[in-house]
């Protein structure tokens, strides 16, 4: 027996129209072709992976994770939380590849080796292989055991489950629902040593890619749950109850993933709307200062605050080393840029007039509520 789903209510319902809703508008946003979906969408990306991995205590800048999502090298990065990174970007790429194929059925096999995948770089960690015996999560303040996965011999059988209820993919069930459950029951049974809640969180990303309405990275409430740490514990401790029982009420956990959804989504519609006034912004005042065309991509990274480095505009302007140097000196030269650090360690900040401009695209944002008070 798993955790089951609970009957929904009329404002669960509404909670999940309102998000449909909203999602169904930021598909035909996003399949636009203008710059500033790819650039959005690749942040995004990042932006997820950060907060999948920050939650398991790999802390990595978003500049870091921008560079991860990029196939770039880090900027500062500590060595197993850039490779825990890189390992989930890995993985995530495959997701991303798996979304709209239509001859791939979620089971074992494609579980452990996402799994595989994203441990990877340590061996000791058995990735890709069910647990072999008890395993316990510990309160790391107190060092007291919070939580007490089902006993090992369970775990094929369990798992076997959870796959036979994805393939059944009842359609009746919203996918949003159908996503929060598998994330749920795979990180109650705790099926690895290690990387548990990654791979649950990867798993409920890649059963929302199958549904199709929005792209996987635009899908993830991975972002979320990673600003919203000790919620998310807090409720799955009050779900889970310090162990495996299936037969206790599901509705917080599904509220909560609910309520993430909703805030998610309307975070890039705000998202959407700056990325579009700032692409137009930064075209414009690249044309202004009489510079060349494949600056405003690399602009619009450094316009968020992130850094700049010859490496990544080389990747966003689609040029070589010696013309990225000469175009990022000119982009100092009109006002644009601010030079950091010398050498191969130098990259670059926008300026107090580009911060400007970033500020006042910004100055619109409103806290989003939460859809069950609404």
């Known amino acids: 027996m798993l955790f089951q789903i609970p009957p929904l209510s009329d404002q669960e319902l509404e909670v999940i129209r309102r998000i449909d809703e909203v999602r169904e508008a930021l598909r035909y946003r996003f399949t636009d072709q203008r710059r500033w979906v790819g650039l959005l969408r690749r942040v995004t990306l990042a932006r997820g992976i950060q907060g999948s991995n920050s939650i398991e205590g790999y802390n990595v800048s978003l500049d870091d994770a921008v560079a991860a999502a990029g196939g770039e090298e880090p900027l500062e990065a500590e060595t197993e939380a850039w490779a825990a990174v890189v390992a989930y970007r890995d993985a995530m790429t495959y997701v991303l590849q798996l979304a709209d194929d239509p001859h791939v059925a979620i089971d074992e096999s494609l579980i452990r080796s996402l ?51 994805l393939q059944a993919n009842e359609p009746t069930t919203p996918a949003m629902v159908q996503a929060s459950m598998a994330h749920l029951n795979l990180v109650m049974i705790h099926p690895f040593r290690d990387g548990n809640g990654r791979m649950a969180r990867c798993l409920q990303t890649l059963v929302l890619a199958r549904e199709g309405v929005i792209e996987p990275p635009f899908a993830s409430i991975e972002e979320y749950l990673g600003a919203n740490t000790d919620a998310y514990y807090r409720v799955l401790a009050e779900v889970g109850g310090g162990g495996w029982h299936p037969e206790r009420d599901a509705r917080p956990w599904l509220r909560f993933v609910l309520t993430a959804h909703y805030r998610q989504a309307h975070t890039l519609v705000v998202r959407a709307d700056e990325a579009e ?60 840029l601010e030079a950091v650090g010398e050498r191969r360690g130098r990259y670059y900040m926008a300026s107090e007039d580009v911060k400007v401009m970033e500020l006042k695209i910004r100055l619109e944002r409103k806290p989003i509520p939460d859809p069950f008070e609404l």
Not at 126 to 141: F, H, L, N, Q, T
Not at 300 to 327: C, I, K, T
Request: aromatic share 8%.
């Open 115 to 165: 799994h595989f995948i994203m441990l990877r770089y340590d061996l000791d960690r058995s990735p890709g292989r069910w647990r072999p015996g008890p395993i316990y999560v510990r309160d790391e303040r107190t060092q007291d055991i919070v939580f007490t996965g089902p006993d090992a011999l369970q775990v094929p059988g369990l798992m076997g489950e959870l796959v036979a209820d």
């Open 277 to 336: 006034r700032r692409w137009e912004s930064i075209t414009d005042l690249v044309r202004r200062r009489r510079l060349p065309e494949r600056a405003a991509a690399p602009m619009f990274n450094s316009a968020q605050g992130l850094r700049l480095r010859n490496a990544s505009y080389r990747s966003l302007a689609d040029v070589d080393e010696a013309q990225a140097s000469r175009d990022l000196k000119a982009l100092v030269g009109a006002g644009l």
